[in-house]
């Protein structure tokens, strides 16, 4: 078994309910939690916060419970690859907030729908460090006009 569906299993211990009563009483698809706990198959991640609202859990456990699941999802490279990245950015926003400025050039080759907003909401520190990598790939892939 992996970490993941060792730490689900150790919460889903606590709950002290049977995975029947568990996924009816939450309306949660059984197959699906029964595999992510024997460690067969990552559920979709819709199915996986269904299964982490169910549970009563602690900030710290969440917060261990998702990182474990992104881990398992992205692979340990990838997940530590945007982990770096965020935590860069972080520190950046933090010590160099007011030299920093952002310029949205209109004209420019970049995806126009990625940028077509001046403000986004980041609702997972994750998604920036998406939106950082998607970025490289378009810079990767644009061709400077000679």
């Known amino acids: ?7 689900c299993n150790e919460l889903f211990l606590a709950e002290e309910t049977s995975l029947y009563h568990f ?5 949660l698809e059984r197959t699906s939690i029964r595999r992510l706990l ?7 991640e819709e199915v996986f916060e269904a299964f982490a609202n169910a549970l009563s859990l602690t900030p710290e456990e969440s917060r261990k419970l ?5 881990r398992q999802k992205l692979g340990t490279l990838r997940y530590e690859n945007r982990i770096f990245i965020k935590e860069f950015l972080d ?4 010590n160099y907030i007011s030299d920093f400025q952002f310029f949205k050039n209109v004209s420019s080759s970049y995806d126009n729908n990625l940028i077509e907003q001046t403000t986004m909401k980041i609702d997972h520190p994750l998604e920036l460090s998406r939106v950082f990598q998607h970025l490289l790939l378009i810079e990767g892939n644009y061709s400077a006009p000679l």
């Not at 024997?38 to 979709?44: C, I, N």
């Not at 998702?66 to 992104?70: A, D, K, T, V």
């Open 1 to 7: 078994m992996n970490q993941l569906a060792n730490y």
């Open 91 to 94: 520190e950046i926003g933090a």
């Open 38 to 44: 024997k460690g067969e198959r990552l559920p979709k």
């Open 23 to 27: 996924c009816k009483s939450h309306d």
């Open 66 to 70: 998702h990182e474990l699941y992104q």
